[in-house]
Protein backbone atom coordinates (compact mmCIF):
# COMPACT_ATOMS: atom_id res chain seq x y z
CA UNK A 1 0.00 0.00 0.00
CA UNK A 2 1.57 3.15 -1.11
CA UNK A 3 -0.11 6.02 0.13
CA UNK A 4 0.59 9.35 -1.14
CA UNK A 5 -1.85 11.71 -0.05
CA UNK A 6 -4.54 11.62 2.71
CA UNK A 7 -7.83 13.33 3.33
CA UNK A 8 -8.86 13.59 6.81
CA UNK A 9 -12.57 14.42 7.91
CA UNK A 10 -12.21 15.62 11.66
CA UNK A 11 -15.22 15.32 13.83
CA UNK A 12 -15.30 15.57 17.33
CA UNK A 13 -15.28 11.73 17.96
CA UNK A 14 -15.26 10.02 14.62
CA UNK A 15 -12.57 10.73 12.19
CA UNK A 16 -12.73 9.48 8.87
CA UNK A 17 -9.50 8.85 6.54
CA UNK A 18 -9.12 8.63 3.09
CA UNK A 19 -6.08 7.72 1.26
CA UNK A 20 -4.96 7.68 -2.34
CA UNK A 21 -1.49 6.65 -4.30
CA UNK A 22 0.36 8.72 -6.66
CA UNK A 23 -2.50 8.34 -9.73
CA UNK A 24 -5.72 8.64 -7.59
CA UNK A 25 -6.26 5.72 -6.93
CA UNK A 26 -8.16 5.32 -3.31
CA UNK A 27 -5.51 2.83 -1.51
CA UNK A 28 -6.73 3.29 2.40
CA UNK A 29 -10.35 4.04 3.67
CA UNK A 30 -10.67 3.85 7.68
CA UNK A 31 -13.16 5.13 10.07
CA UNK A 32 -11.21 5.80 13.45
CA UNK A 33 -12.34 7.47 16.80
CA UNK A 34 -10.15 10.90 18.51
CA UNK A 35 -7.86 8.68 20.33
CA UNK A 36 -6.51 6.81 17.55
CA UNK A 37 -5.35 9.77 15.44
CA UNK A 38 -2.10 9.40 16.20
CA UNK A 39 -1.27 6.46 16.64
CA UNK A 40 -2.75 5.69 12.89
CA UNK A 41 -0.50 8.59 11.25
CA UNK A 42 2.36 7.70 13.08
CA UNK A 43 2.33 4.61 11.26
CA UNK A 44 2.04 6.17 7.97
CA UNK A 45 4.74 7.24 5.92
CA UNK A 46 5.15 11.16 5.82
CA UNK A 47 2.76 12.46 3.32
CA UNK A 48 0.26 15.39 1.65
CA UNK A 49 -2.90 14.88 4.16
CA UNK A 50 -5.76 17.33 3.66
CA UNK A 51 -8.31 18.77 6.60
CA UNK A 52 -11.00 21.28 6.47
CA UNK A 53 -10.02 24.71 7.60
CA UNK A 54 -12.86 23.84 10.28
CA UNK A 55 -13.26 23.68 14.24
CA UNK A 56 -9.91 22.27 15.77
CA UNK A 57 -8.15 22.09 12.71
CA UNK A 58 -5.48 23.98 13.74
CA UNK A 59 -4.55 21.71 16.69
CA UNK A 60 -4.85 18.60 14.24
CA UNK A 61 -2.12 19.93 12.01
CA UNK A 62 -0.03 20.82 14.32
CA UNK A 63 -0.42 17.63 15.87
CA UNK A 64 0.23 15.44 12.09
CA UNK A 65 2.78 18.16 11.12
CA UNK A 66 5.28 17.32 14.43
CA UNK A 67 5.14 13.70 13.54
CA UNK A 68 6.63 14.51 9.84
CA UNK A 69 3.40 15.02 7.79
CA UNK A 70 3.01 17.52 5.15
CA UNK A 71 -0.51 19.12 6.09
CA UNK A 72 -2.89 21.14 3.94
CA UNK A 73 -5.91 23.16 5.24
CA UNK A 74 -8.50 23.10 2.56
CA UNK A 75 -11.56 26.01 2.89
CA UNK A 76 -15.11 23.43 3.55
CA UNK A 77 -16.50 25.92 0.46
CA UNK A 78 -13.21 24.64 -2.09
CA UNK A 79 -14.00 20.40 -1.01
CA UNK A 80 -18.06 21.06 -1.39
CA UNK A 81 -17.01 20.94 -5.47
CA UNK A 82 -15.81 17.33 -5.24
CA UNK A 83 -18.08 15.89 -3.10
CA UNK A 84 -20.25 13.76 -5.65
CA UNK A 85 -22.92 12.23 -4.31
CA UNK A 86 -24.78 12.85 -0.58
CA UNK A 87 -22.68 13.67 2.46
CA UNK A 88 -21.52 11.32 4.50
CA UNK A 89 -17.52 11.28 6.01
CA UNK A 90 -16.55 8.76 3.84
CA UNK A 91 -17.19 11.31 0.69
CA UNK A 92 -16.12 14.45 2.61
CA UNK A 93 -12.89 12.71 3.34
CA UNK A 94 -12.58 11.83 -0.86
CA UNK A 95 -13.51 14.63 -1.64
CA UNK A 96 -10.92 16.33 1.22
CA UNK A 97 -8.25 14.19 -0.16
CA UNK A 98 -9.38 15.10 -4.19
CA UNK A 99 -9.49 19.08 -3.56
CA UNK A 100 -5.50 18.57 -1.84
CA UNK A 101 -4.31 17.00 -5.03
CA UNK A 102 -5.07 20.10 -7.35
CA UNK A 103 -2.64 22.60 -7.60
CA UNK A 104 -4.45 25.17 -8.12
CA UNK A 105 -5.86 24.58 -4.87
CA UNK A 106 -5.46 27.81 -2.27
CA UNK A 107 -4.96 26.54 1.54
CA UNK A 108 -5.43 27.82 5.30
CA UNK A 109 -2.08 28.86 6.78
CA UNK A 110 -1.52 26.80 9.88
CA UNK A 111 -1.83 28.80 13.09
CA UNK A 112 0.80 29.11 15.80
CA UNK A 113 -0.87 28.50 19.59
CA UNK A 114 0.08 31.51 20.30
CA UNK A 115 -1.92 33.15 17.11
CA UNK A 116 -4.68 31.20 18.40
CA UNK A 117 -5.09 32.91 21.86
CA UNK A 118 -4.65 36.34 20.96
CA UNK A 119 -7.72 35.55 18.56
CA UNK A 120 -9.44 34.26 21.23
CA UNK A 121 -8.94 37.32 22.84
CA UNK A 122 -10.51 38.87 19.77
CA UNK A 123 -13.49 36.68 19.91
CA UNK A 124 -13.64 37.45 24.03
CA UNK A 125 -13.83 40.92 23.56
CA UNK A 126 -16.59 40.95 20.42
CA UNK A 127 -18.76 38.53 22.93
CA UNK A 128 -18.38 41.10 25.87
CA UNK A 129 -19.10 44.07 23.91
CA UNK A 130 -22.12 42.49 22.31
CA UNK A 131 -23.19 41.76 26.00
CA UNK A 132 -22.56 45.72 27.02
CA UNK A 133 -24.71 46.70 24.52
CA UNK A 134 -27.49 44.13 25.10
CA UNK A 135 -27.36 45.33 28.51
CA UNK A 136 -27.31 49.07 27.45
CA UNK A 137 -30.18 48.75 25.00
CA UNK A 138 -32.05 47.23 27.95
CA UNK A 139 -32.02 50.21 30.32
CA UNK A 140 -32.46 52.07 27.88
CA UNK A 141 -35.88 50.39 26.68
CA UNK A 142 -37.16 50.24 30.56
CA UNK A 143 -36.74 53.99 31.23
CA UNK A 144 -38.60 54.62 27.55
CA UNK A 145 -41.26 52.60 29.31
CA UNK A 146 -41.78 55.09 31.92
CA UNK A 147 -40.94 58.42 29.42
CA UNK A 148 -37.74 58.67 30.22
CA UNK A 149 -35.18 59.17 27.43
CA UNK A 150 -31.54 60.23 27.30
CA UNK A 151 -28.60 61.45 25.71
CA UNK A 152 -26.95 59.03 23.09
CA UNK A 153 -23.77 57.62 23.83
CA UNK A 154 -21.89 55.57 27.13
CA UNK A 155 -21.57 58.82 28.66
CA UNK A 156 -25.28 59.82 28.24
CA UNK A 157 -26.45 56.21 29.63
CA UNK A 158 -24.03 56.70 32.66
CA UNK A 159 -25.29 60.45 33.25
CA UNK A 160 -29.41 58.59 32.75
CA UNK A 161 -28.63 55.89 34.96
CA UNK A 162 -27.17 58.60 37.76
CA UNK A 163 -30.15 60.84 37.90
CA UNK A 164 -32.98 57.90 37.33
CA UNK A 165 -31.84 56.29 40.30
CA UNK A 166 -31.41 59.54 42.64
CA UNK A 167 -33.23 59.00 45.58
CA UNK A 168 -34.39 62.57 45.48
CA UNK A 169 -35.16 62.59 42.06
CA UNK A 170 -36.28 59.38 41.03
CA UNK A 171 -40.10 59.01 40.12
CA UNK A 172 -39.74 55.08 39.35
CA UNK A 173 -41.36 52.60 41.11
CA UNK A 174 -39.30 51.27 43.99
CA UNK A 175 -39.36 47.67 42.16
CA UNK A 176 -38.52 49.05 38.98
CA UNK A 177 -35.33 50.88 40.57
CA UNK A 178 -34.48 47.20 41.56
CA UNK A 179 -34.08 45.80 37.91
CA UNK A 180 -32.67 49.07 37.01
CA UNK A 181 -29.78 48.52 39.89
CA UNK A 182 -29.11 45.55 39.17
CA UNK A 183 -28.75 45.81 34.87
CA UNK A 184 -26.59 48.70 35.48
CA UNK A 185 -24.45 46.40 37.94
CA UNK A 186 -23.91 43.42 34.94
CA UNK A 187 -23.58 46.80 32.81
CA UNK A 188 -20.44 48.28 34.92
CA UNK A 189 -19.26 44.49 34.89
CA UNK A 190 -19.53 44.21 30.83
CA UNK A 191 -17.29 47.53 31.09
CA UNK A 192 -14.82 46.24 33.21
CA UNK A 193 -14.12 42.90 31.59
CA UNK A 194 -14.05 44.42 28.21
CA UNK A 195 -11.35 47.25 29.93
CA UNK A 196 -9.47 44.04 31.04
CA UNK A 197 -9.16 41.76 27.68
CA UNK A 198 -8.10 45.36 25.63
CA UNK A 199 -5.33 45.57 28.32
CA UNK A 200 -4.15 42.03 27.62
CA UNK A 201 -4.44 42.68 23.52
CA UNK A 202 -2.15 45.60 23.67
CA UNK A 203 0.51 43.73 26.15
CA UNK A 204 0.63 41.17 23.55
CA UNK A 205 0.71 43.86 20.88
CA UNK A 206 3.46 45.78 22.56
CA UNK A 207 5.45 42.83 22.73
CA UNK A 208 4.95 41.44 19.24
CA UNK A 209 7.37 43.21 16.52
CA UNK A 210 4.78 43.33 13.44
CA UNK A 211 2.17 44.44 15.25
CA UNK A 212 4.03 46.98 16.30
CA UNK A 213 4.51 47.86 12.77
CA UNK A 214 1.30 47.47 11.56
CA UNK A 215 0.45 50.22 14.56
CA UNK A 216 2.20 53.17 12.54
CA UNK A 217 -0.31 52.73 9.42
CA UNK A 218 -3.06 55.80 9.83
CA UNK A 219 -6.30 54.10 10.49
CA UNK A 220 -4.56 50.87 12.31
CA UNK A 221 -4.60 50.63 15.90
CA UNK A 222 -3.25 48.13 18.12
CA UNK A 223 -6.60 46.17 18.30
CA UNK A 224 -6.19 46.10 14.32
CA UNK A 225 -3.11 45.49 14.10
CA UNK A 226 -3.19 42.59 16.50
CA UNK A 227 -5.66 40.83 14.84
CA UNK A 228 -4.47 41.36 11.34
CA UNK A 229 -0.70 39.63 13.11
CA UNK A 230 -1.96 37.01 14.32
CA UNK A 231 -4.52 36.18 11.52
CA UNK A 232 -1.75 36.13 8.51
CA UNK A 233 1.06 33.96 9.83
CA UNK A 234 2.66 34.26 6.83
CA UNK A 235 2.65 37.25 4.44
CA UNK A 236 4.57 35.24 1.78
CA UNK A 237 1.93 33.17 0.87
CA UNK A 238 -0.21 36.53 -0.81
CA UNK A 239 1.92 37.59 -4.18
CA UNK A 240 0.80 40.87 -3.68
CA UNK A 241 -1.39 43.01 -1.62
CA UNK A 242 -4.06 43.41 -3.80
CA UNK A 243 -4.01 39.52 -3.37
CA UNK A 244 -4.28 40.21 0.35
CA UNK A 245 -7.04 42.70 0.33
CA UNK A 246 -8.75 40.36 -1.79
CA UNK A 247 -8.40 37.68 0.69
CA UNK A 248 -9.78 40.27 3.07
CA UNK A 249 -12.84 40.56 1.40
CA UNK A 250 -12.56 43.98 0.30
CA UNK A 251 -13.28 43.78 -3.33
CA UNK A 252 -16.26 44.28 -5.22
CA UNK A 253 -18.17 40.85 -6.15
CA UNK A 254 -17.93 40.26 -9.70
CA UNK A 255 -20.41 38.64 -12.27
CA UNK A 256 -18.33 38.92 -15.35
CA UNK A 257 -18.74 36.81 -18.47
CA UNK A 258 -18.27 37.47 -22.44
CA UNK A 259 -15.43 39.80 -21.79
CA UNK A 260 -17.93 42.36 -20.57
CA UNK A 261 -17.10 42.82 -16.37
CA UNK A 262 -19.63 43.42 -13.91
CA UNK A 263 -18.84 44.56 -10.81
CA UNK A 264 -21.32 44.64 -7.70
CA UNK A 265 -21.44 45.87 -4.45
CA UNK A 266 -18.33 44.80 -1.69
CA UNK A 267 -18.09 40.61 -1.52
CA UNK A 268 -18.91 39.32 1.89
CA UNK A 269 -16.18 36.61 1.25
CA UNK A 270 -13.32 36.82 3.45
CA UNK A 271 -12.06 37.41 6.66
CA UNK A 272 -15.46 39.71 8.37
CA UNK A 273 -13.33 40.47 11.48
CA UNK A 274 -10.54 42.13 10.00
CA UNK A 275 -12.67 43.77 7.29
CA UNK A 276 -14.83 45.60 9.95
CA UNK A 277 -11.49 46.84 12.05
CA UNK A 278 -9.84 48.20 8.50
CA UNK A 279 -13.14 49.81 7.42
CA UNK A 280 -13.69 51.35 10.65
CA UNK A 281 -9.96 52.55 10.90
CA UNK A 282 -10.42 54.14 7.66
CA UNK A 283 -13.65 55.67 8.30
CA UNK A 284 -11.64 57.16 11.35
CA UNK A 285 -8.99 58.96 8.83
CA UNK A 286 -11.39 59.98 6.52
CA UNK A 287 -13.17 62.16 9.47
CA UNK A 288 -9.78 63.35 10.48
CA UNK A 289 -8.66 64.44 6.90
CA UNK A 290 -12.16 65.73 5.96
CA UNK A 291 -11.80 68.20 8.92
CA UNK A 292 -8.14 69.16 8.15
CA UNK A 293 -8.44 69.50 4.24
CA UNK A 294 -4.94 70.64 3.69
CA UNK A 295 -4.02 66.77 5.11
CA UNK A 296 -6.16 65.25 1.79
CA UNK A 297 -4.08 63.62 -1.25
CA UNK A 298 -5.30 64.43 -4.70
CA UNK A 299 -6.78 61.22 -4.61
CA UNK A 300 -8.80 61.56 -1.53
CA UNK A 301 -10.25 64.51 -2.33
CA UNK A 302 -11.39 63.37 -6.28
CA UNK A 303 -12.77 60.19 -4.17
CA UNK A 304 -14.99 62.12 -1.95
CA UNK A 305 -16.02 64.48 -4.93
CA UNK A 306 -17.71 61.77 -6.57
CA UNK A 307 -17.96 58.86 -4.59
CA UNK A 308 -20.52 58.20 -1.47
CA UNK A 309 -18.88 58.52 1.98
CA UNK A 310 -18.84 54.59 2.54
CA UNK A 311 -17.52 53.85 -1.07
CA UNK A 312 -14.64 56.15 -0.41
CA UNK A 313 -13.99 54.55 3.26
CA UNK A 314 -14.00 50.93 1.30
CA UNK A 315 -11.77 52.09 -0.72
CA UNK A 316 -9.32 53.91 1.87
CA UNK A 317 -9.73 50.38 3.65
CA UNK A 318 -8.39 48.28 0.52
CA UNK A 319 -5.36 50.48 0.29
CA UNK A 320 -4.99 50.61 3.93
CA UNK A 321 -4.81 46.48 3.49
CA UNK A 322 -2.32 46.45 0.55
CA UNK A 323 0.09 48.65 2.42
CA UNK A 324 -0.16 46.48 5.78
CA UNK A 325 0.70 43.52 3.09
CA UNK A 326 3.89 45.55 2.08
CA UNK A 327 4.58 46.25 5.83
CA UNK A 328 4.96 43.11 6.95
CA UNK A 329 6.14 41.42 3.70
CA UNK A 330 9.57 44.21 3.59
CA UNK A 331 9.56 44.00 7.76
CA UNK A 332 9.43 47.49 7.85
CA UNK A 333 7.38 50.60 8.87
CA UNK A 334 4.90 52.61 7.79
CA UNK A 335 6.45 55.68 4.78
CA UNK A 336 3.99 58.79 4.97
CA UNK A 337 4.34 58.49 0.74
CA UNK A 338 3.01 55.21 0.60
CA UNK A 339 -0.61 57.04 0.42
CA UNK A 340 0.08 58.82 -2.43
CA UNK A 341 -2.57 57.48 -4.99
CA UNK A 342 -1.02 54.30 -7.26
Known sequence: MQVATIGL????????????????????????????????????????????????????????????????????????????????????????????????????????REQQAVLMLHRARNLVIAQRRSRGNAIRAHFAEFGIVGPQGRAGLRRLLEDALDPVLSELPDLAQEVIRELGLQLIEAEAREAAIEARILAWHRANDVSRRLATIPGIGPITASAIAATTPDPAQFTSGRHFAAWIGLVPRQHSTGGKE???????????????????????????????????????????????????????????????WAVMARGETYRKGSVAPA
Not at 12 to 33: E, M, N, Y
Not at 275 to 289: D, E, I, K, P, Y
Not at 294 to 320: D, G, I, S, Y
Request: hydrophobic share 45%; with cysteine.
Open 262 to 324: RLGPISKRGDGYLHRLLVTGSQAVLRWMRARPANQTPWLTHMLERRPWNVVATAFANKTARIA
Open 9 to 112: DIAKQVFQVHGADATGKPVLKQRIRCGQVLEVFRALPPCPVGIEACATAHHWARELQALGHLVRLVPPSYVKAYVKRGKNDAADAEAICEAVMRPTMRFVPVKA
